[in-house]
């Protein structure tokens, strides 16, 4: 082998390519390193269950911790974001405890924040909703403008991934407005209230199925409507009879939905069925493209553990 020929260099795959060689994040990329795979998961049923699990439990633990004030109540929902976001953040890949524990923090602290806004600043529920759903809005144009996709697949990017998690915090915050805004503002109660945003978000799978709306649009239409569907039923376990729930108190609901968390996530961890199995451009245009198989199930084609 000539010497020309040792100094070559092999060629850098487009996926490599995609994966590491842009889309850090100035602040985030200085600290963290960069993805090497998926780092969120495939599209599941049990996705969907936990999902409204931890809905369901970022509601009620944050309407528990109300009781300890904006001090010592807000602090430690901030404490637990901050924790859950680094802890994220230094995975290189999809690791289902680190991701439904920031996705669980971003539930309570979500709540927190929007509940702040109306309760300390005395914003209506329908002016919170309203500047959630604008807040939302904006970071999908602006994720969209900057990375010409939302699919879940191509979150291999840091930048793709704060993306993610912004558009993640904005919809715990605007489901938290709108469960309260259907509940008490237009007085349906909890319970009513969950049963409406269960009709609700079966709508984008039949939208899906039946009229080939874009896999992409379902499957966030219906990751909105998660907040205020599991919001509502835990509100309506927790709360007093006063207020229309059946008085099972915050705190042990907020254990109940967390146990009952945990445990499926332990499965998710341990079987792990929803890692994402093909990350790369050209599996991106495809799945982008049209209603392909991602909305409820997102079927797998490669390994890449």
């Known amino acids: 082998m000539s010497s020309a020929s040792r100094r070559r260099r092999p060629p850098v795959s487009s996926d490599a390519g995609h994966l590491h060689a842009d889309g850090k994040v100035p602040v985030l990329g200085r600290f963290f390193p960069a993805p090497v795979a998926a780092k969120v998961p495939e599209i599941i049923f049990v996705f969907w269950v936990v999902k409204i699990l931890t809905t369901a439990g970022g509601e009620v633990t944050s309407d528990y911790l109300k009781k300890y004030g904006n001090f010592g109540g807000g602090g430690t929902e901030v404490a637990l974001f901050v924790i859950a976001l ?25 709540t927190g924040i929007s509940d702040f806004l109306h309760l300390d600043v005395h914003i209506p529920y329908i002016g919170t909703t309203i500047l959630w759903a604008v807040i939302l809005a904006a970071v999908f144009w602006t994720w969209q403008r900057s990375e010409a996709t939302l699919s879940i697949h191509s979150i291999t990017t840091q930048r793709r991934e704060a993306f993610y998690w912004a558009v993640v915090f904005a919809t715990f915050a605007l489901g938290t407005a709108l469960g309260d805004f259907t509940a008490t503002s237009l007085g349906m109660g909890y319970l009513a209230s969950g049963i409406f945003f269960f009709a609700v978000i079966l709508l984008p799978a039949l939208a899906w199925r039946r009229f080939g709306l874009n896999s992409i649009a379902a499957f966030w239409m219906a990751y909105i409507v998660t907040r205020p569907l599991g919001a509502s039923f ?6 007093p009879s006063s207020i229309t729930g059946i008085g099972f ?12 968390t945990f445990l499926l996530v332990s499965y998710l961890a341990i079987a792990r069925p929803d890692i994402q199995r093909f990350v790369g451009p050209a599996s991106e245009d495809r799945r982008s493209m049209g209603p392909a198989p991602e909305y409820l ?9």
């Open 249 to 260: 108190g915050n705190g042990r609901t907020a254990v109940v939905f967390a146990v009952a």
């Open 86 to 110: 680094v802890l994220q953040f230094a995975t290189r890949r999809y690791r289902a405890f680190a991701y439904w524990f920031l996705a669980y923090a971003i539930a309570i602290a979500g």
């Open 297 to 305: 199930m997102g079927p797998p084609e490669l390994d890449l553990e």
């Open 234 to 239: 835990a509100d309506y376990i927790s709360k």
